[in-house]
């Protein structure tokens, strides 16, 4: 059994600065990917960050230039620095990690850590 646990989240101002953690039970290498995921009130989860075990990273539109995935083998973690935060940021970020098993992807989630931006 994965665990992933979130850490980091907090309240701040906006124009602010925070930076996510998310530490898992297993190398990270071993996924496939890992990303970052956010659900404010009233909405659907939606992916923030992403980063596949090539190297690879996607993130959504409206952190593009403010937000930065990364990940650290060596200590099984994957990171996000948000910068210059929005009220709009404002949700529970959940950490992600991807695995193939038996030919189909499997997900894992941690617990979620809340996030939230004064204005």
């Known amino acids: 059994q994965v665990q992933l646990v979130e850490s980091g989240g907090g309240l701040v101002q906006a124009g602010g600065s925070l930076r996510l953690s998310c530490a898992a039970s297993r190398p990270i290498f071993r996924f496939n990917a890992m990303g970052w995921y956010r659900q404010a009130p009233g909405k659907q989860r939606e992916l923030v960050a992403g980063a596949s075990s090539g190297g690879t990273t996607n993130y959504a539109d409206s952190v593009k230039g403010r937000f930065t995935i990364s990940r650290d083998n060596a200590k099984d973690t994957v990171y996000l620095q948000m910068n210059s935060l929005k009220p709009e940021d404002t949700a529970v970020y959940y950490c992600?990690?991807?695995?193939?098993?038996?030919?189909?992807?499997?997900?894992?989630w941690g617990q979620g850590t809340q996030v939230t931006v004064s204005s």
């Open positions: 992600n990690a991807e695995e193939t098993y038996r030919g189909s992807p499997y997900y894992y």
